[in-house]
């Protein structure tokens, strides 16, 4: 695999914060990611699967460089699915305590006037447009689109009016809900976290025949994952294109030069960062860290001065 230098390589940090990003033109991050599985007795015939290394180009976003560790020798297999997003399967036959995957990745992004553009055959993709068991609607979840429908809004007017409902009507609350939740299940309750959100979002967009894709991905800084929304809209210039537009129902907005995404599908199921089986009489735990940094901006008056 590819090799990052060592964060101590770098420049120092740039404070997020002191950054005017409307103004900027081109940015690198470094994002640092670690699972730490700790069990009490050894285990053997590891499967796991991370998705975690971002893709190579994503729109406007460009991988550079990259390395994925592994604390316990084994066979490690990268791949890639009908997305392109990255797929790393580890075989690992035996781990006696621990086990950890340290992943370490420099990406760049240049502000474009326009969002993701993709084939325009997307937008009658039926893996984006059909409900999955995570995004199936029910009675409540109709209600509230028929609702959202009757403004008359369509592409991406509808989807913003569905983000901002979203955003207003939900709750955020840590440990209330799972990787199995449904939207249903959130609508009823009204609160969960960013993935709870983003499935709630596909859930709505979907009935109202709005193909809807789910995003894992970062923000700046310490913390978990985080997970939005790209609806799929043809251009409105009329080229034939189809506009990938990037909303964020837990924060209320259209993404922007603050996210970074690692990997897109029709729910969680698709692109969780971690996952796996093994053979054990028992369980283990689970650690996670990750810090995204920003490591060089670039302004629109550079260019201009240039």
Known sequence: ???????????????????????????????????????????????????????????????????????????????????????????????EHAISFEAWVTIDRTALPEPRVLPA?????????????????????????????????????????????????????????GIHTTAADVLASKQGVCQDYAHLMIAICRQLGLPALYVSGHLLGVGGTHAWVEVLVPASDGSGKTHGWALDPTHGRLTDMTYLTVAVGRDYGDVAPTSGSYRAGHGGSLSAYKEVRVIEVIYNDDFSAA
């Open 1 to 95: 695999m590819e090799h990052v230098l060592h964060p101590s390589a770098h420049p120092e940090a740039i404070n997020p914060a002191e950054v005017d990003w409307p103004r900027v033109r081109q940015a690198r991050y470094l994002v640092h990611q670690r699972f730490q599985y700790e069990y009490p007795a050894s285990i053997r015939d590891l499967r796991h699967q991370l998705m975690v290394i971002p893709p190579a180009v994503f729109g406007d976003q460009n991988r550079t460089i990259y390395s994925l560790e592994v604390s316990e020798p084994g066979e490690v297999i990268t791949t890639f699915d009908s997305l392109a997003n990255t797929v790393i399967d580890v075989r690992i036959p035996l781990v």
């Open 121 to 177: 055959e997307w937008a009658q993709d039926l893996r984006f447009l059909t409900p999955t068991v995570r995004t199936k609607p029910n009675a409540d979840i109709e209600q509230v689109a028929a609702t959202l429908a009757a403004s008359g809004a369509q592409g991406l007017e509808l989807a913003q009016q569905i983000n901002r409902w979203v955003f207003e009507e939900m709750r955020y609350v840590s440990d209330v809900t």
